[in-house]
Antibody
C-alpha cells in the first residue's frame, strides 16, 4: 500500500524559506521509473504542479517558480524535501506530494493528505 | 491563467449526463500528450478519475468516461448522482513548460 505524508510549518512569514518534507512508504524512489512531485492548491483555486524528482536523480521545476524551488530526495529515508524561498502571502496553499511514474504525460494516482501553509506576518 | 481551460461550473439533474470540457493548445493536448482527470471533494486530496485520455482506475464507476480530440478533451458523467457533486480537474503535460499542467477546475452541481 502506497502512502505519502507531508510535513512542515503551518505558518511562515513573508520572505522566509519554506521547507516541506514528504515521507512515503510502499515504494522505493530508487526503482526505475519512479517519481515524486509536489503540487499545491491555494484556497478555492486550482491545482499547480511545482516540482518533480525522479529515480535517476533528474529534477524538473515549474518554470515560473524555478528560481525559488529546490527538490531533493533521501532514498534511504524514503523522503523528498521541497524548499521554496522568499515566501509571499500568495504562496498560501495546501501543498501535496504525489507518487507517479515517468512518461510523456505522467498522472498522479497517489496523493498525500496535503499540508496547509499560510504565509503571514 | 491555466494553460488548460475548463468551464467554471456545470450542473445537471440526477440521472442526467453531463460533460466537462478541457481546452488546451498545440504545446499540450494538441501535441498528443495524454489527458487525465481528477475528482476533488471539499477538504480532500484529488482522486484520479481517468488516466491516459479514457482509462478508469480500478474502483471508478463506468459512469465516468473520457475522450480527447485535437486540442481538447472531455469528461462525461452519465447517470448523475448526488455524490458526484464535486470539483473536477483535467491535467496534461506541456512541452513549452516542460512540466505538468492542470485546468482551472470545474464545479459540478447536482440539482
Amino acid at each position: 500500500q502506497v502512502t505519502l505524508r507531508e510535513s512542515g510549518p503551518a505558518l511562515v512569514k513573508p520572505t522566509q524559506t519554506l521547507t516541506l518534507t514528504c515521507t512515503f512508504s510502499g515504494f522505493s524512489l530508487s526503482t526505475s521509473g519512479m517519481c515524486v512531485s509536489w503540487i499545491r492548491q491555494p484556497p478555492g483555486k486550482a491545482l499547480e504542479w511545482l516540482a518533480r524528482t525522479d529515480w535517476d536523480d533528474d529534477t524538473y521545476y515549474n518554470t515560473s517558480l524555478k528560481t525559488r524551488l529546490t527538490i531533493s530526495k533521501d532514498t534511504s529515508k524514503n523522503q523528498v524535501v521541497l524548499t521554496m524561498t522568499n515566501m509571499d502571502p500568495v504562496d498560501t496553499a495546501t501543498y501535496y506530494c504525489t507518487r507517479h511514474y515517468s512518461g510523456s504525460s505522467p498522472y498522479f494516482a497517489s496523493w498525500g493528505q496535503g499540508t496547509l501553509v499560510t504565509v503571514s506576518s | 491563467q491555466s494553460l488548460l481551460t475548463q468551464p467554471p461550473s456545470v450542473s445537471g439533474a440526477p440521472g442526467q449526463r453531463v460533460t466537462i470540457s478541457c481546452t488546451g493548445s498545440s504545446s499540450n493536448i494538441g501535441a498528443g500528450y495524454e489527458v487525465h482527470w481528477y475528482q476533488q471533494l471539499p477538504g480532500r486530496a484529488p482522486k484520479l478519475l481517468i488516466y491516459g485520455n479514457n482509462n478508469r482506475p480500478s474502483g471508478v464507476p463506468d459512469r465516468f468516461s473520457g475522450s480527447k480530440s485535437g486540442t481538447s478533451a472531455s469528461l462525461a458523467i452519465a447517470g448523475l448522482q448526488a455524490e458526484d457533486e464535486s470539483d473536477y480537474y483535467c491535467q496534461s503535460y506541456d512541452s513549452s513548460l516542460s512540466g505538468s499542467v492542470f485546468g482551472g477546475g470545474t464545479k459540478l452541481t447536482v440539482l
